[in-house]
């Protein structure tokens, strides 16, 4: 197995809709060729949280796995988002998606441990059988420490050393477990890519990681790609920058009440830039209503971050 390089930009594309509610795949696949035209965009994760992946009937996440290996044309793997309940489910499901396709599998946990917790060493006998089934390469998905859903470090531990396991998207989102447990990971598989998804606040992770797997790279990929590359020279103050010059974007999209309204307000960028036409939505997402779009679109204004059309016509 040849690992798939993560070492850069991995965006999560929203799924754009039509104004009537159906996946619209012309517009995906706008949005699909758009990221992979830039330099630094090593894969695209699709059928995620940003991607509404859950709200989609089955026949839509082939199709729209279909949609956009087709648009990119080999130019990088396509990741599908595992979200099936049952190892059994997320196995079959993992199949159709590597038939479809698919060359990598964000892996979620049973959303069912959320709430719960997880019974010791079911995290990994997932992980194992999606890769069994499918061939499909596997990310390891740590979700917040807030959550039942975070894995401690032993399951993280024992999922990275796996046959099939090549990255890790960590969004643990506390600096105590972070310091700790990336270094033990690396320990553990120095060939493991360390992914961070700290949209919200993505300076503090950048000096330790392969890369970027966020939604956030949907609306900033450009800017985005310059904060890895300053992060993998160790140049704070070049990351600082960067950062600040993002940050009235972060609050607008990311520091909201709720992180769900962070899709919503990705769509909304991309309307802003020039990419959809508009930000349908599913249920049970909702509209953040016209003075949370103004917001938006100011903070891309004061970002500096205009439409794609304009920097293609300043060029």
């Known amino acids: 197995m040849q690992p798939m390089d993560m070492r850069g930009l991995s965006p999560a594309p929203v799924t754009a809709f039509t104004r009537d509610g159906e996946v619209d795949h012309k517009a995906n696949a ?89 019974q010791k060493g079911a995290p990994q006998d997932r992980y194992k059988a999606i890769w069994q089934e499918s061939g499909l390469q596997c990310i390891l998905f740590q979700y917040p420490d807030a959550t039942k859903a975070s894995y401690d470090l032993d399951t993280q531990l024992a999922i990275a050393t796996q046959e099939g396991v090549v990255a890790t998207k960590n969004g643990v989102r506390n600096m105590k477990r972070w310091y700790v447990e990336i270094p033990e990971l690396k320990k553990a598989n120095p060939k493991l890519q360390v992914l961070s998804c700290h949209d919200e606040w993505l300076l503090p992770t950048m000096f330790d990681v392969d890369g970027l797997l966020v939604g956030y790279g949907n609306i900033a990929p450009e800017q985005l790609i310059d904060l890895i590359k300053a992060g993998k020279a160790q140049d704070y103050p070049e990351a600082r920058k960067i950062f600040e010059r993002l940050l009235p974007v972060t609050r607008a999209v990311y520091h ?7 899709t919503v307000a990705l769509k ?32 891309f204004d004061a970002a500096g971050i205009g439409r794609v059309d304009q920097l293609l016509a300043a060029e």
């Open 268 to 299: 909304l960028g991309l309307v802003h830039r020039g990419i959809l036409d508009h930000a349908t939505i599913r249920e049970p997402l909702k509209s953040l209503g016209e003075k949370a779009e103004a917001e938006i679109f100011a903070a």
């Open 30 to 118: 706008k949005l699909a060729k758009w990221l992979v035209s830039m330099e630094g965009v090593k894969s695209l994760v699709i059928l995620g949280h940003a991607g509404e992946g859950t709200f989609l009937t089955e026949e839509e996440r082939l199709a729209l796995i279909h949609t956009y290996v087709e648009a990119v044309d080999g130019a990088v793997p396509i990741i599908a988002g595992i979200i099936g309940e049952g190892t059994k489910v997320a196995a079959e499901e993992a199949r159709k998606c590597k038939v479809a396709g698919a060359t990598g599998a964000l892996v979620y946990p049973n959303h069912g441990w959320l709430r719960f917790g997880f």
């Open 256 to 262: 909201r009440g709720s992180h769900m309204e962070g």
